[in-house]
Protein backbone atom coordinates (compact mmCIF):
# COMPACT_ATOMS: atom_id res chain seq x y z
CA UNK A 1 0.00 0.00 0.00
CA UNK A 2 1.47 3.30 -1.05
CA UNK A 3 1.79 6.25 1.05
CA UNK A 4 1.41 9.66 0.28
CA UNK A 5 2.75 12.37 2.14
CA UNK A 6 2.36 16.29 1.39
CA UNK A 7 4.76 18.90 1.73
CA UNK A 8 5.48 22.39 -0.08
CA UNK A 9 8.52 21.78 -1.15
CA UNK A 10 9.54 18.50 -3.12
CA UNK A 11 13.34 17.02 -3.08
CA UNK A 12 15.28 13.88 -4.31
CA UNK A 13 16.26 14.12 -0.47
CA UNK A 14 13.16 13.64 0.73
CA UNK A 15 12.13 11.00 -1.43
CA UNK A 16 14.99 9.31 -0.88
CA UNK A 17 14.58 9.70 3.33
CA UNK A 18 11.24 8.64 3.14
CA UNK A 19 11.53 5.69 0.64
CA UNK A 20 14.50 4.33 3.51
CA UNK A 21 11.77 4.96 6.27
CA UNK A 22 8.10 4.07 4.75
CA UNK A 23 8.90 1.69 1.29
CA UNK A 24 6.85 2.71 -1.59
CA UNK A 25 5.79 6.81 -1.20
CA UNK A 26 4.46 9.25 -3.46
CA UNK A 27 4.93 12.79 -2.32
CA UNK A 28 3.38 15.86 -3.47
CA UNK A 29 2.98 19.17 -3.17
CA UNK A 30 -0.92 19.50 -4.58
CA UNK A 31 -2.75 19.90 -1.40
CA UNK A 32 -5.95 19.39 -3.61
CA UNK A 33 -4.50 16.19 -4.39
CA UNK A 34 -3.41 15.17 -1.09
CA UNK A 35 -7.07 16.17 0.64
CA UNK A 36 -9.00 13.88 -1.85
CA UNK A 37 -6.74 10.84 -1.17
CA UNK A 38 -8.50 8.42 0.62
CA UNK A 39 -5.73 6.31 2.01
CA UNK A 40 -2.57 6.39 4.51
CA UNK A 41 -1.40 9.68 4.42
CA UNK A 42 0.87 12.25 5.88
CA UNK A 43 1.55 15.89 6.05
CA UNK A 44 5.06 16.75 6.46
CA UNK A 45 5.03 20.62 7.02
CA UNK A 46 6.01 23.29 9.37
CA UNK A 47 3.01 23.79 11.26
CA UNK A 48 0.82 21.23 12.86
CA UNK A 49 -1.85 19.72 10.20
CA UNK A 50 -4.87 18.42 11.17
CA UNK A 51 -4.14 15.27 9.90
CA UNK A 52 -1.14 13.06 11.04
CA UNK A 53 1.86 15.01 10.34
CA UNK A 54 5.63 15.03 11.04
CA UNK A 55 7.90 17.94 11.69
CA UNK A 56 9.48 20.04 8.75
CA UNK A 57 12.77 22.08 10.00
CA UNK A 58 13.32 22.80 6.66
CA UNK A 59 16.51 21.78 6.65
CA UNK A 60 16.18 18.92 3.55
CA UNK A 61 17.12 21.18 0.52
CA UNK A 62 18.98 19.46 -2.88
CA UNK A 63 21.90 20.99 -3.30
CA UNK A 64 22.83 21.94 0.09
CA UNK A 65 26.17 20.88 1.51
CA UNK A 66 26.89 23.84 4.07
CA UNK A 67 27.98 23.04 7.66
CA UNK A 68 24.18 23.72 9.01
CA UNK A 69 22.83 20.80 10.29
CA UNK A 70 19.37 19.85 11.38
CA UNK A 71 18.79 20.96 14.73
CA UNK A 72 18.73 18.94 17.58
CA UNK A 73 20.79 16.14 15.64
CA UNK A 74 23.00 15.39 18.86
CA UNK A 75 19.76 14.33 20.97
CA UNK A 76 18.65 11.52 18.13
CA UNK A 77 19.35 8.69 20.53
CA UNK A 78 16.49 9.95 22.57
CA UNK A 79 13.79 10.87 19.27
CA UNK A 80 11.13 8.69 19.97
CA UNK A 81 7.97 8.03 18.22
CA UNK A 82 5.01 7.51 20.22
CA UNK A 83 1.69 5.91 18.45
CA UNK A 84 -0.74 8.02 19.58
CA UNK A 85 0.73 11.09 18.89
CA UNK A 86 -1.07 12.65 16.04
CA UNK A 87 2.02 15.22 15.21
CA UNK A 88 5.54 13.93 15.77
CA UNK A 89 7.17 16.45 17.14
CA UNK A 90 11.07 15.66 15.55
CA UNK A 91 12.20 15.72 11.67
CA UNK A 92 12.70 12.23 11.74
CA UNK A 93 12.96 12.76 7.47
CA UNK A 94 16.07 15.21 7.81
CA UNK A 95 18.05 12.99 10.85
CA UNK A 96 17.43 10.04 8.73
CA UNK A 97 18.78 11.98 5.40
CA UNK A 98 21.73 13.28 7.87
CA UNK A 99 22.97 9.53 8.69
CA UNK A 100 22.39 7.73 5.57
CA UNK A 101 23.97 10.59 3.79
CA UNK A 102 27.25 10.60 5.70
CA UNK A 103 26.47 14.28 5.63
CA UNK A 104 29.03 15.39 8.46
CA UNK A 105 31.88 13.42 6.38
CA UNK A 106 31.32 15.88 3.39
CA UNK A 107 32.47 18.89 6.06
CA UNK A 108 36.02 19.96 6.83
CA UNK A 109 37.53 17.47 10.00
CA UNK A 110 40.29 16.06 12.12
CA UNK A 111 41.62 12.70 10.22
CA UNK A 112 43.08 10.07 12.27
CA UNK A 113 46.30 8.65 11.36
CA UNK A 114 45.45 7.03 8.15
CA UNK A 115 43.09 9.76 7.10
CA UNK A 116 39.64 8.44 8.27
CA UNK A 117 36.91 9.79 9.61
CA UNK A 118 37.04 9.18 13.43
CA UNK A 119 34.01 8.30 15.40
CA UNK A 120 34.93 11.20 17.80
CA UNK A 121 34.09 13.80 14.65
CA UNK A 122 30.46 12.64 14.85
CA UNK A 123 28.38 15.14 16.39
CA UNK A 124 25.37 12.02 15.30
CA UNK A 125 27.18 8.34 16.20
CA UNK A 126 24.25 6.34 17.91
CA UNK A 127 25.15 3.43 19.56
CA UNK A 128 21.54 1.82 18.40
CA UNK A 129 20.13 1.88 14.61
CA UNK A 130 18.00 4.43 15.22
CA UNK A 131 16.84 4.49 11.32
CA UNK A 132 15.82 0.80 11.81
CA UNK A 133 13.88 2.00 15.24
CA UNK A 134 11.92 4.88 13.17
CA UNK A 135 11.21 2.59 10.42
CA UNK A 136 9.62 0.14 13.10
CA UNK A 137 8.33 3.15 15.10
CA UNK A 138 6.83 5.01 11.99
CA UNK A 139 5.32 2.23 10.86
CA UNK A 140 3.18 1.66 14.33
CA UNK A 141 2.23 4.95 14.40
CA UNK A 142 0.72 4.63 10.69
CA UNK A 143 -0.90 1.71 11.54
CA UNK A 144 -2.67 3.35 15.30
CA UNK A 145 -4.07 6.39 12.99
CA UNK A 146 -4.86 4.05 9.64
CA UNK A 147 -6.00 0.64 11.11
CA UNK A 148 -6.69 -0.44 7.86
CA UNK A 149 -2.40 -0.27 6.86
CA UNK A 150 -0.60 -3.50 6.30
CA UNK A 151 2.87 -3.60 6.75
CA UNK A 152 5.79 -6.18 7.55
CA UNK A 153 9.05 -5.77 8.94
CA UNK A 154 12.29 -7.76 7.69
CA UNK A 155 13.41 -10.75 10.10
CA UNK A 156 16.40 -10.30 12.19
CA UNK A 157 19.44 -11.78 9.62
CA UNK A 158 23.44 -12.36 10.47
CA UNK A 159 25.96 -12.54 8.23
CA UNK A 160 30.12 -13.14 8.20
CA UNK A 161 32.57 -11.53 6.78
CA UNK A 162 36.20 -11.72 6.44
CA UNK A 163 38.86 -9.55 5.60
CA UNK A 164 42.19 -11.11 4.62
CA UNK A 165 45.06 -8.86 5.27
CA UNK A 166 47.30 -11.20 5.47
CA UNK A 167 46.57 -14.40 3.67
CA UNK A 168 49.16 -16.44 6.06
CA UNK A 169 51.71 -15.81 8.42
CA UNK A 170 54.93 -17.36 6.73
CA UNK A 171 53.42 -19.90 3.87
CA UNK A 172 54.70 -18.78 -0.11
CA UNK A 173 56.48 -15.36 1.11
CA UNK A 174 59.38 -15.89 -1.06
CA UNK A 175 62.96 -16.04 -0.01
CA UNK A 176 63.72 -12.72 0.21
CA UNK A 177 61.18 -11.60 2.84
CA UNK A 178 61.19 -14.97 4.55
CA UNK A 179 65.07 -14.47 5.20
CA UNK A 180 63.96 -10.67 6.28
CA UNK A 181 61.64 -12.19 8.96
CA UNK A 182 63.93 -14.96 10.46
CA UNK A 183 66.39 -11.65 11.06
CA UNK A 184 63.85 -9.35 12.35
CA UNK A 185 62.87 -12.07 14.84
CA UNK A 186 66.04 -13.17 15.80
CA UNK A 187 66.95 -8.89 16.27
CA UNK A 188 64.18 -8.36 17.95
CA UNK A 189 64.48 -12.11 20.59
CA UNK A 190 60.84 -13.12 19.28
CA UNK A 191 62.01 -16.99 19.39
CA UNK A 192 58.83 -17.52 19.67
CA UNK A 193 57.68 -16.79 16.33
CA UNK A 194 61.26 -17.49 14.93
CA UNK A 195 60.74 -21.49 15.86
CA UNK A 196 57.18 -20.94 14.72
CA UNK A 197 57.72 -20.20 11.29
CA UNK A 198 60.69 -22.74 11.06
CA UNK A 199 58.45 -25.69 12.45
CA UNK A 200 55.88 -24.17 9.51
CA UNK A 201 58.38 -23.87 6.71
CA UNK A 202 60.84 -26.69 7.60
CA UNK A 203 58.27 -29.10 9.51
CA UNK A 204 55.06 -29.19 7.77
CA UNK A 205 53.22 -27.68 10.47
CA UNK A 206 49.89 -25.51 9.43
CA UNK A 207 50.45 -21.85 9.10
CA UNK A 208 48.87 -20.04 11.68
CA UNK A 209 47.02 -17.88 9.46
CA UNK A 210 45.53 -21.10 7.64
CA UNK A 211 42.13 -20.68 9.68
CA UNK A 212 39.90 -20.80 6.10
CA UNK A 213 38.38 -24.33 6.91
CA UNK A 214 37.58 -23.48 10.33
CA UNK A 215 35.86 -20.48 9.38
CA UNK A 216 33.67 -22.02 6.06
CA UNK A 217 33.09 -25.04 8.76
CA UNK A 218 31.40 -22.61 11.38
CA UNK A 219 29.81 -20.43 8.78
CA UNK A 220 27.56 -23.58 7.45
CA UNK A 221 26.82 -24.94 10.92
CA UNK A 222 25.22 -21.73 11.81
CA UNK A 223 23.88 -21.11 8.37
CA UNK A 224 25.77 -17.64 7.94
CA UNK A 225 26.49 -16.14 4.37
CA UNK A 226 30.19 -16.16 4.23
CA UNK A 227 32.05 -13.44 2.08
CA UNK A 228 35.93 -13.12 2.14
CA UNK A 229 37.71 -10.14 1.35
CA UNK A 230 40.89 -9.95 -0.36
CA UNK A 231 44.16 -7.63 -0.17
CA UNK A 232 45.74 -7.42 -3.75
CA UNK A 233 47.23 -4.03 -3.50
CA UNK A 234 51.20 -3.59 -4.41
CA UNK A 235 53.39 -3.54 -0.98
CA UNK A 236 54.00 -0.87 1.14
CA UNK A 237 53.77 -0.12 4.70
CA UNK A 238 49.76 -0.37 4.97
CA UNK A 239 49.29 -3.08 2.60
CA UNK A 240 51.72 -6.15 3.36
CA UNK A 241 50.02 -9.40 1.92
CA UNK A 242 51.60 -11.54 -0.22
CA UNK A 243 51.84 -10.29 -4.09
CA UNK A 244 49.05 -11.24 -6.01
CA UNK A 245 51.10 -13.38 -8.34
CA UNK A 246 51.85 -15.95 -5.78
CA UNK A 247 50.37 -19.11 -6.36
CA UNK A 248 49.42 -19.68 -2.89
CA UNK A 249 47.43 -17.03 -2.65
CA UNK A 250 45.46 -17.40 -5.60
CA UNK A 251 44.67 -21.05 -4.81
CA UNK A 252 43.06 -20.03 -2.06
CA UNK A 253 41.15 -17.45 -3.28
CA UNK A 254 40.13 -19.71 -6.45
CA UNK A 255 39.22 -22.49 -3.38
CA UNK A 256 37.21 -19.33 -1.06
CA UNK A 257 35.31 -18.26 -4.24
CA UNK A 258 34.12 -22.30 -4.73
CA UNK A 259 32.65 -21.81 -1.06
CA UNK A 260 31.40 -18.37 -0.48
CA UNK A 261 31.02 -14.70 -1.84
CA UNK A 262 35.07 -13.55 -2.65
CA UNK A 263 35.25 -9.70 -2.65
CA UNK A 264 38.14 -7.33 -3.37
CA UNK A 265 39.93 -5.12 -0.24
CA UNK A 266 41.34 -2.33 -1.79
CA UNK A 267 44.72 -1.28 -0.35
CA UNK A 268 45.01 2.40 1.32
CA UNK A 269 47.52 2.54 -2.01
CA UNK A 270 44.44 2.55 -3.94
CA UNK A 271 42.21 5.05 -1.78
CA UNK A 272 43.75 8.30 -4.93
CA UNK A 273 43.94 6.43 -7.65
CA UNK A 274 41.44 4.94 -9.95
CA UNK A 275 43.31 3.55 -12.17
CA UNK A 276 45.56 1.33 -8.87
CA UNK A 277 41.46 0.31 -7.32
CA UNK A 278 41.21 -0.82 -11.78
CA UNK A 279 43.80 -2.84 -11.35
CA UNK A 280 43.29 -4.59 -8.17
CA UNK A 281 39.82 -5.68 -9.05
CA UNK A 282 41.38 -7.16 -12.13
CA UNK A 283 43.85 -8.72 -10.38
CA UNK A 284 40.83 -10.67 -8.78
CA UNK A 285 39.18 -11.05 -11.29
CA UNK A 286 41.90 -12.76 -13.55
CA UNK A 287 42.05 -15.24 -10.07
CA UNK A 288 38.52 -16.34 -10.01
CA UNK A 289 37.29 -15.86 -13.16
CA UNK A 290 34.57 -13.91 -12.17
CA UNK A 291 32.73 -10.13 -12.13
CA UNK A 292 34.25 -8.28 -9.23
CA UNK A 293 31.13 -6.51 -7.59
CA UNK A 294 31.63 -6.30 -3.69
CA UNK A 295 34.25 -4.45 -1.87
CA UNK A 296 35.61 -3.50 1.72
CA UNK A 297 38.10 -0.49 2.10
CA UNK A 298 41.06 -1.88 3.46
CA UNK A 299 41.93 0.27 7.25
CA UNK A 300 38.05 1.20 6.51
CA UNK A 301 39.23 3.70 4.42
CA UNK A 302 36.54 6.39 2.96
CA UNK A 303 36.04 9.72 1.94
CA UNK A 304 33.29 10.71 0.87
CA UNK A 305 32.24 11.43 -2.34
CA UNK A 306 35.10 9.99 -4.08
CA UNK A 307 35.62 6.53 -2.73
CA UNK A 308 32.15 5.61 -3.42
CA UNK A 309 32.38 7.30 -6.66
CA UNK A 310 35.59 5.25 -8.02
CA UNK A 311 34.02 1.74 -6.54
CA UNK A 312 30.95 2.69 -8.89
CA UNK A 313 33.34 3.37 -12.02
CA UNK A 314 34.88 0.25 -11.32
CA UNK A 315 31.82 -1.73 -11.26
CA UNK A 316 31.68 -2.64 -7.63
CA UNK A 317 27.98 -2.97 -6.93
CA UNK A 318 28.35 -3.72 -2.95
CA UNK A 319 30.22 -1.76 -0.16
CA UNK A 320 30.80 -3.34 3.29
CA UNK A 321 32.99 -0.42 5.05
CA UNK A 322 30.30 1.56 7.19
CA UNK A 323 31.38 1.34 10.39
CA UNK A 324 33.91 2.42 13.17
CA UNK A 325 37.25 1.52 13.58
CA UNK A 326 37.52 2.97 16.92
CA UNK A 327 33.83 2.03 18.28
CA UNK A 328 30.83 -0.44 17.98
CA UNK A 329 28.49 2.49 16.64
CA UNK A 330 25.99 2.53 13.73
CA UNK A 331 28.18 4.74 11.19
CA UNK A 332 24.87 5.33 8.76
CA UNK A 333 21.97 5.10 12.05
CA UNK A 334 21.07 1.52 10.43
CA UNK A 335 22.08 -1.60 9.96
CA UNK A 336 20.65 -2.91 7.02
CA UNK A 337 21.78 -2.13 3.44
CA UNK A 338 20.68 0.87 2.17
CA UNK A 339 21.21 2.68 -1.47
CA UNK A 340 24.29 5.49 -1.15
CA UNK A 341 22.66 8.86 -1.79
CA UNK A 342 25.31 10.71 -3.73
CA UNK A 343 25.67 14.40 -2.19
CA UNK A 344 27.65 15.55 -5.21
CA UNK A 345 25.15 14.33 -7.50
CA UNK A 346 22.03 14.56 -5.56
CA UNK A 347 20.98 11.16 -6.48
CA UNK A 348 20.10 7.92 -5.41
CA UNK A 349 23.48 5.87 -6.47
CA UNK A 350 23.07 1.95 -7.74
CA UNK A 351 25.76 0.87 -4.87
CA UNK A 352 24.47 -0.71 -2.07
CA UNK A 353 25.98 0.00 1.63
CA UNK A 354 25.99 -2.80 4.09
CA UNK A 355 27.13 -1.36 7.21
CA UNK A 356 28.62 -3.53 9.76
CA UNK A 357 28.01 -4.22 13.55
CA UNK A 358 31.19 -5.27 15.13
CA UNK A 359 34.75 -6.08 14.06
CA UNK A 360 37.56 -7.80 16.15
CA UNK A 361 39.84 -5.41 15.89
CA UNK A 362 37.42 -2.45 17.19
CA UNK A 363 36.49 -4.44 20.44
CA UNK A 364 40.33 -6.24 21.26
CA UNK A 365 42.47 -2.94 20.21
CA UNK A 366 40.38 0.21 20.55
CA UNK A 367 38.38 -0.74 23.14
CA UNK A 368 40.69 -3.13 24.84
CA UNK A 369 37.94 -5.48 25.81
CA UNK A 370 39.01 -8.93 26.96
CA UNK A 371 37.00 -11.93 25.35
CA UNK A 372 34.25 -11.95 28.12
CA UNK A 373 33.34 -8.16 27.57
CA UNK A 374 33.65 -8.52 24.04
CA UNK A 375 30.82 -11.20 23.92
CA UNK A 376 28.89 -8.98 26.30
CA UNK A 377 28.98 -5.91 23.45
CA UNK A 378 28.18 -8.04 20.95
CA UNK A 379 25.09 -9.58 22.80
CA UNK A 380 24.03 -6.15 23.28
CA UNK A 381 24.29 -5.34 19.46
CA UNK A 382 22.56 -8.25 18.51
CA UNK A 383 19.71 -7.42 21.05
CA UNK A 384 19.47 -4.00 19.97
CA UNK A 385 19.44 -5.27 16.46
CA UNK A 386 16.93 -7.64 17.03
CA UNK A 387 14.61 -5.96 18.43
CA UNK A 388 15.17 -3.32 15.30
CA UNK A 389 14.47 -6.00 12.63
CA UNK A 390 17.80 -5.08 11.31
CA UNK A 391 20.55 -7.16 10.27
CA UNK A 392 24.07 -8.54 12.19
CA UNK A 393 27.01 -7.97 10.06
CA UNK A 394 30.44 -9.54 11.48
CA UNK A 395 33.59 -8.53 10.42
CA UNK A 396 36.51 -10.39 11.48
CA UNK A 397 40.07 -11.26 10.26
CA UNK A 398 41.29 -14.75 9.16
CA UNK A 399 44.56 -13.95 12.04
CA UNK A 400 42.11 -13.72 14.96
CA UNK A 401 41.03 -17.17 14.14
CA UNK A 402 44.22 -18.50 15.24
CA UNK A 403 45.38 -19.10 18.12
CA UNK A 404 48.39 -16.92 17.37
CA UNK A 405 50.77 -14.16 17.79
CA UNK A 406 48.37 -10.96 18.96
CA UNK A 407 45.62 -13.07 18.98
CA UNK A 408 46.88 -16.01 21.27
CA UNK A 409 44.22 -16.99 23.49
CA UNK A 410 41.67 -15.12 21.84
CA UNK A 411 40.33 -17.32 18.58
CA UNK A 412 37.85 -19.21 21.40
CA UNK A 413 35.64 -15.85 20.83
CA UNK A 414 34.97 -16.72 17.32
CA UNK A 415 32.40 -19.55 17.52
CA UNK A 416 30.63 -18.31 20.86
CA UNK A 417 30.25 -15.13 18.40
CA UNK A 418 29.32 -16.75 15.30
CA UNK A 419 26.42 -18.83 17.70
CA UNK A 420 25.03 -15.76 19.42
CA UNK A 421 24.69 -13.95 16.19
CA UNK A 422 23.23 -16.48 14.16
CA UNK A 423 19.83 -16.58 15.90
CA UNK A 424 17.11 -14.06 17.13
CA UNK A 425 16.78 -16.25 19.97
Given at each position: ?????????????????????L???????????????????????????????????G????????????????????????????????D???????????????????????????????????????????????M???????????????????????????????????V?????????D??????????????????????P???????????L???????????????????????????G????????????????????????????????????????????I???????????????????????????????????????????P??????????????????????????????????????E?????????????????????????????????????????????????
Open positions: MSILIFTPTLSNRLQYAASVLGEVEITNNREQFDAFAGVKVCYATVRAAEPSILCSWIKDGERSAVYPAGIERIEHCAIAKQDAHIPFVFAYSFFLLSRYEEYQDFQADYVGRFDVSNSVAAPLTPVVDRWRVELTWLKHHFPAFHFSLPSYSASLTIDVDSAFAFRHKGKRTLGGEAKLVRGDLKNFFARNKTLLFGKKDFDTYDTIEQLAEHQLPLTFFFLLGDFNAYDINLPHTSELRRLIRKSASKATVGIHPGVGSHTSTEQLSTEIDRLKSITGDRVHSRQHYLKLHFPTTYSRLIACGIQHDYSMGYSGDTRFRAGTSRFLWYDLEKDQVSQLTVHPFAAMDATLKNYLRFNKHESIRIAQLKKTIVDHHGHFCLLWHNESVADFGQWKNWSSIFPEVLKLISTAD
